[in-house]
């Protein structure tokens, strides 16, 4: 399985590309904001258009996603060509997320659909961002998508909130068999969790060699990362915080304790 870093902060980028483990960077709107705001707030000179090509340089040739902000078409198609000619010619490794339905009313439901397949047809390489269904996971491949992000975190706050449950942390455990409610599972559509959507896309892709890779988002916890691994997701796109988290055990944190203590003097004499 590959890994992504969910970040926009280059020193988060930085730090998880020293330790070897990083095939990708995924960025939205709000993750470039909390990244730019932070710095500002240093007092840092930035504006977001140089903060790119710095990620962007730093980065590849491992792909980074920026999205667009557009809600139709025109303006989406528009956006993503600006996108990529203005920043994929630093290191050849832009992706250029669209959302797969961009209509918040109802309307317009496959302006999506109609970029993506326009953009790929073109050679730009896509990730179709907001999948929330195994259908529209579908759609995104047949219209040429690189890439489809299932938002496995999202799919269990919505399926947590359709019992009223809302005080949750971001990062709590959702189990990946979902939670029973009356002697019911609490689904959406059948779907019991996050990680049970991107269970089923990887059944489905698998089943008909689709080439589109999946990339899992909207990753909470080290626990649910664990999980997606198992589906035999291709990509977990994982926050710093979590990857941090991955890497933590408290008995391996006993076991360094006790070797250290067990250290010998004619064994540290082997080190001079
Ligand atoms: C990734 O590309 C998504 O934008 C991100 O994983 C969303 O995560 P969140 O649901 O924790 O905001």
Not at 58 to 72: H, K, M, Q, R
Not at 196 to 209: E, G, M, S, T
Request: hydrophobic residues 40%; charged residues 30%; proline residues 4%.
């Amino acid at each position: 399985m590959k890994i992504f870093i969910d970040t926009a902060k280059i020193d988060e980028i930085e730090t998880a590309f020293s330790w070897g483990i990083v095939d990708g960077v995924t960025t939205n709107p709000s993750l470039i904001k909390i990244a730019v705001e932070e710095l500002k707030n240093k007092g840092e000179k930035i504006d977001i258009e140089s903060y790119i090509k710095r990620i962007l340089e730093f980065t590849g040739p491992y792909p980074v996603s920026l999205e667009v902000i557009g809600t139709d078409y025109e303006s989406m198609y528009k956006e993503a060509k600006i996108l990529y000619e203005k920043f994929n010619k630093i290191a050849n490794n832009v992706v250029i997320k669209i959302p797969v339905n961009p209509s918040c009313e109802e309307k317009d439901d496959f302006d999506g659909l109609k970029t993506i397949y326009k953009l790929s047809k073109e050679g730009i390489p896509v990730n179709v961002t907001l999948i929330m269904k195994v259908e529209q996971a579908i759609l995104a491949a047949k219209a040429g998508a690189r890439y489809v992000s299932p938002f496995a975190g999202r799919i269990d706050d919505y399926l947590r909130n359709k019992i009223g449950w809302r005080d949750f942390k971001k990062d709590a455990y959702f189990p990946e068999n979902g939670i029973k409610l009356n002697q019911e599972i609490v689904n959406d559509e059948g779907i019991v969790s996050g990680v049970d959507l991107v269970k089923k896309i990887v059944d489905v892709f698998n089943k008909y060699n689709f080439k589109t890779e999946i990339i899992a988002a909207s990753i909470r916890n080290s626990r649910q990362v664990k999980e997606i691994a198992l589906t035999g997701c291709h990509i977990a796109t994982i926050p710093f915080y979590v990857i941090k988290e991955m890497i933590v055990h408290y008995k391996t944190a006993e076991g360094m304790r006790k070797f250290i203590s067990d250290v010998v003097p004619e064994y540290k004499e082997i080190f001079k």
